[in-house]
């Protein structure tokens, strides 16, 4: 099992809906969980860090985690064709582990 | 304030051929890591260095794969008779601290590198 596995898409939503992303790991120790963003031929940019289950929220990004179930979710609000990218969840253990990421477009 | 840079951006070699990726990280930062991105595939870990010292290399390939961190200059990844799965993106971080659960990591452009 990979520790961290995630849908890979491609999603595709009109500007302006909801877009969830979704993440699964497998070791009930991790605690420290990422977004980044890595646009067409770019280097990964972060986006958002989270450690212990809850919410947080930056702007139209809100990351959730819920470790009773290894779930970490993005949901992205009024989405832009900007958004368009793909997004990647990770743990922060000694070193970063990435999913393999979720390619999302954002049609206007 | 300058972020993480990699050169070169883009790189072909032939079957045999040595490739070098450079990486300079952001200014003071003293940690580096490398990762590979294959098509279709997450971006895998290869090495953590600190300065002149390697930390932790468990995701870097035993043979003809190599990297440094030298006191002065870039960091190094160098591969030696390339085959063409080595084809790939490389992506450098860089972080001014151990990358340990509260540090976060900076990363490059990457360097897009083709094996014919």
């Known amino acids: 099992q990979k520790e961290v596995e995630q849908d890979p898409g491609p999603l595709s939503v009109p500007e302006g809906a909801i877009v969830s992303l979704n993440c699964t790991y497998s070791n009930s120790a991790f605690q420290y969980f990422m977004w980044y963003r890595q646009y067409s031929r770019k280097g990964p940019e972060l986006l958002m860090y989270?450690?212990?289950?809850g919410n947080k929220e930056d702007g139209r990004f809100t990351a959730q985690v819920d470790k009773s179930s290894k779930y970490i979710s993005l949901f992205i609000r009024d989405s832009q064709p900007s958004d368009s990218a793909t997004y990647l969840c990770a743990i922060n253990r000694d070193k970063v582990i990435f999913g393999p990421g979720t390619s999302l477009s954002v049609i206007p | 304030n300058a972020g993480v840079m990699q050169n070169p951006r883009h790189l072909v070699r032939r079957r045999g051929q040595e490739a070098r990726l450079r990486c300079s990280p952001m200014k003071g930062h003293s940690h580096v890591y490398w990762y590979r991105q294959l098509p279709e595939e997450g971006l895998k870990f290869m090495v953590y260095?600190?300065?002149?010292?390697?930390?932790?290399e468990s995701g870097m390939p035993k043979e003809r794969f190599s990297a440094e961190f030298p006191k002065e200059g870039p960091s190094i990844l160098r591969i030696q008779q390339v085959v063409r799965g080595d084809s790939a993106a490389y992506f450098c971080a860089s972080s001014p601290v151990a990358g340990g659960h509260t540090d976060t990591q900076y990363f490059g452009p990457g360097t897009r590198l083709t094996v014919l």
């Open positions: 989270t450690y212990s289950s």
């Open positions: 260095l600190q300065k002149e010292n390697i930390i932790d």
